[in-house]
């Protein structure tokens, strides 16, 4: 192997912990992005529901949904800023 390929394989196994959160991160993301497609659809669903009960569930899963997508912004916000503040 050449040095420069060896010494690229040792900062990948020097910095796995690094290369772990940003996975975990860009996981959080590409979750978060399905939360908030479902959340449209789920508003568009009670936009064009016209059963009271029906309309009351949806708004009860849509207001779930945002609760948790909230909770995630911020927890992907201080894994972010955790981050920056080690680097």
Do not use: P
Not at 24 to 48: G, I, Y
Not at 62 to 87: C, F, N, P, Y
């Amino acid at each position: 192997m050449k040095l420069k390929k060896l010494i690229r394989k040792l900062e990948n196994y020097l910095d796995a912990d690094a290369r772990e959160r940003k996975e975990h991160r860009d996981e959080m993301k590409t979750l978060l992005q399905k939360m908030k497609t479902k959340e449209k659809n789920l508003a568009a669903k009670a936009l064009v529901e016209f059963d009271e009960n029906r309309l009351a569930t949806l708004r009860k899963q849509i207001d779930m949904v945002h609760a948790q997508r909230k909770k995630g912004i911020s927890a992907l916000k201080e894994l972010v800023d955790k981050h920056e503040s080690t680097d």
